[in-house]
């Protein structure tokens, strides 16, 4: 079990996903124990085993077909499976499993830990998404206002920028205190990869934004994909109301969900 646990963490310092597959319970005769463990590469390549056979099969097909379809990281899934002979297994019982994904998966970075980013953290966290906090005052992020968010960094807006990975599983969400630090994170953010990005502030702002933007060279096309003002338009006013509003179009785009008229982003 140490080396399976060993192959675990070189998986995911390699940044390779993977699907940890578990027997959990088991009811009559089953070809291994509750506990019993393997790790399931995306190429279908297997460590450990829970047993051999049609279940391990079974198993490795779930678990393949849950990394092809975008399972998010840290999330569970459970099956169970019956041993008869109906179902082609002599064994006669009944197995619990359950796959856990792992590895590079989506990540929300959201810059600005003031009151909308506090709410937002946890609602993106709950949402299966790795969740970054930035920002430049170290009394704002802080362990004690984000207790389970995976990075929180606190220093140089523009230092920090540099110091993340961005993938076109990279969404990014900016809600700082300044209309200036919005500027230059959204001018920097949007040129990288990404899959959504989105800035909260007023029609006027997101005009005046984009247009500084255009003027630096920042071309239009690539702008378009700018989601400003963030959110969708649900009457949000409170900090946790409009945290739902940005959530609600971050899980919309995940899931590739035209959400029409509901949307605030200006449109370009």
Known sequence: MKDLYKQLLEMMDAGEKGVMVTITEVAGSSPRHAGSKMIVRTDGRIYGTIGGGKLEKEAIEEARSILN????????????YDLTPEEGMLCGGQTEVIFESFGEGESLTIFGAGHIGRALAPLAQQAGFRVTVVDNRPEYATRERFPGVENLLAGDYTEMMASLKFTDKSYVVIVTHGHAFDEDILGYCVQQPHRYIGMIGSRNKTKT????????????????????????????????????????????????VDVGALSMALDR
Request: proline letters at 5%; charged letters at 20%.
């Open 69 to 80: 379809n975008g399972m998010y990281t840290g999330m569970v899934k459970k099956k169970t």
């Open 209 to 256: 934004v984009l247009r500084h933007l255009e003027e630096k060279g920042i071309a239009p096309e690539v702008l378009r994909s700018v989601h400003s003002p963030v959110g969708l338009n649900i009457g949000a006013e409170t900090p946790f109301e409009i945290s739902v509003s940005i959530l609600s179009e971050v899980v919309a785009v995940r899931h590739g």
